[in-house]
């Protein structure tokens, strides 16, 4: 966990340098607003996956009830 955490940081920082020089934004900005959406696609992916356990337990008890 703590190796993919220094990946995220890492690969924000690369892909928000490379944002602020051709964007022409303050380089911070730009690294906080890629670690920022690298946050908000794991925690979409992270409730994509947890609906679908939902709904597939929700099956399971259905048909352990019947």
């Given at each position: ?5 220094i990946g ?5 920082g690369?892909v ?14 730009a ?12 925690w979409i992916?992270h409730?994509?996956?947890?609906s679908?356990q939902i709904?597939?337990?929700?099956e ?5 009830y019947?």
């Amino acid at each position: 966990m703590f190796a993919l955490a220094i990946g995220i940081a890492v690969l924000s920082g690369i892909v928000g340098l490379y944002a602020s020089y051709y964007a022409d934004v303050s380089s911070g900005a730009a690294i906080v607003l890629t670690a920022t959406a690298l946050f908000a696609a794991a925690w979409i992916v992270h409730s994509l996956r947890r609906s679908r356990q939902i709904e597939a337990d929700e099956e399971e008890m259905e048909t352990v009830y019947e």
